[in-house]
């Protein structure tokens, strides 16, 4: 099963917005809308930031959204700030009642 | 606030058992499912498995044959048991609430495999 295709890198100035995008097939994100993205800062715990594709947990500043269109998600960063700055997964159910991550991508605030 | 610790040894020599055990404080086990992931040193995230709190378990089909997760309701503890380990398998290991989507997280624990 391969990992779903982010970009290594997006970087943005601050106040800006950036989206990265989480490239999946019919068999993972096309399939189901249980997508979800974390957060995670050098030598710590990943943090939930989406769960099933838009939704935004209890204490998750709404500069963070999520979509889906077909075969691909995304996660959206509005106002950029400079806490920001991280390591971005996407994951998502498939067909094989698995569940797969993205390859990950780091965020640069300029 | 729900906690999660994983405990476990630090290193694991080519070819043995990997075993991690993780507690929850805070919360009860029921109903959640309870996760293990792993990332490798400098790479990305990968599911390995969970175990739902009336025994149900569903592993990454890529490990399935050397994974095994198991329950222990009354210490609110969960446990992950990795065979046959090689150098592949160092990785920091992470315990979570969740099948899918994971709200809750250790704080992690690296396990090296070495001689």
């Known amino acids: 099963q391969s990992a779903l295709t982010q970009p290594a890198s997006v970087s943005g100035s601050p106040g800006q917005s950036i989206t990265i995008s989480c490239a999946g097939t019919?068999?993972?994100?096309?399939?189901?809308?249980?997508v979800s993205w974390y957060q995670q800062h050098p030598g710590k715990a990943p943090k939930l930031m989406i769960y099933?594709?838009?939704n935004r947990p209890s204490g998750v500043s709404n500069r963070f959204s999520g979509s889906k269109s077909g075969n691909s998600a995304s996660l959206t960063i509005s106002g950029l700030q400079a806490e920001d700055e991280a390591h971005y997964y996407c994951?998502?159910?498939?067909?094989?009642?698995?569940?797969?991550f993205g390859t990950g991508t780091q965020v640069t605030v300029l | 606030q729900v906690q999660l610790q994983e405990s476990g040894p630090g290193l694991v020599k080519p070819s043995e058992t990997l075993s991690l055990t993780c507690t929850v404080s805070?919360?009860?086990?029921?109903?959640?499912?309870w996760s293990w992931l792993r990332q490798p040193p400098g790479e990305g995230l990968e599911w390995i498995g969970y175990?739902?709190?009336?025994?149900?378990?569903n592993y990454n089909p890529s490990l399935k044959s050397r994974v095994t997760i198991s329950l222990d309701t009354p210490k609110n503890q969960f446990s992950l048991t990795l065979n046959s380990v090689t150098a592949a398998d160092t990785a920091v290991y992470y315990c979570?609430?969740?099948?899918?989507?994971?709200?809750?997280w250790g704080q992690g624990t690296l396990v090296t495999v070495s001689s």
């Open positions: 099933d594709v838009s």
């Open positions: 994951n998502s159910y498939s067909t094989t009642n698995s569940y797969v």
């Open positions: 019919s068999s993972d994100i096309g399939a189901y809308n249980y």
């Open positions: 175990i739902h709190f009336s025994g149900n378990t």
């Open positions: 805070g919360g009860s086990i029921s109903p959640f499912h």
């Open positions: 979570a609430r969740g099948a899918g989507w994971y709200g809750f």
